[in-house]
C-alpha cells in the first residue's frame, strides 16, 4: 500500500474526501440559496432556515412544512455522520487500528445517505415556477454527498490492510 510520510494513501485520501465533503455541506446548509428566483434581477433566496427577499432575511415561522423539517433534520444528522467520519479517519490515521477504518466509513455513507435523502426529499416536494431555479447552496449539499461515498470506500478498502 502507498504511504506519504508513513501514512497509507488511502486514509489520507479519505480525510481530504470527508474535510471537504464536510466543508462543502456545512455551507451549502447553512445560505440561503437552495432555490433562487432571478438572482441577479430580483434578489430572491430561499434556504433552510430562512428566506431573503431584496437583501431582507426572516427566519421562517413555527409552522413550517413537514417535509421542511424533515430535510432540516436529515442534513444535520449527515452534518454530525460527516464530522464523525473526519474524525474517525484522523484517530485511523493515527491509531491504525481496523476498527477505526471500519466507524470511519460507515460514518461516511450514513452522512451521504442522510444527505442524499434530504436532497430527495426538498426536490420532490419544492415546486419550481419559470422564474425559479435550485440554487448553489442545494448544489454544495448534492456534492458534499459524492465526497463522502468515495471516503467511505477509502476507509473500508484500509480495513484490509490494517489490523
Not at 96 to 113: D, L, S, W, Y
Request: net charge neutral; with cysteine.
Amino acid at each position: 500500500m502507498p504511504e506519504i510520510g508513513g501514512y497509507r494513501l488511502f486514509t489520507l485520501l479519505a480525510i481530504c474526501l470527508a474535510g471537504v465533503g464536510c466543508l462543502f455541506h456545512v455551507i451549502g446548509l447553512s445560505v440561503v440559496y437552495w432555490i433562487v428566483s432571478d438572482p441577479f434581477v430580483s434578489g430572491v433566496g430561499v434556504g433552510l432556515w430562512k428566506v431573503c427577499i431584496l437583501g431582507v432575511c426572516e427566519s421562517y415561522p413555527s409552522n413550517i412544512p413537514d417535509y421542511l423539517r424533515a430535510t432540516e433534520a436529515f442534513v444535520i444528522i449527515g452534518l454530525l455522520a460527516g464530522l464523525g467520519g473526519l474524525v474517525l479517519s484522523v484517530i485511523s490515521l493515527l491509531q491504525k487500528r481496523k476498527t477505526f477504518h471500519m466507524m470511519a466509513g460507515v460514518a461516511c455513507f450514513v452522512a451521504a445517505g442522510c444527505i442524499l435523502l434530504a436532497i430527495i426529499i426538498f426536490g420532490a416536494e419544492t415546486t419550481l415556477t419559470p422564474r425559479t431555479q435550485f440554487g448553489w447552496g442545494f448544489i454544495l449539499c448534492i456534492v458534499s454527498t459524492f465526497l463522502f461515498v468515495p471516503a467511505g470506500v477509502l476507509n473500508l478498502l484500509e480495513t484490509k490492510n490494517t489490523s
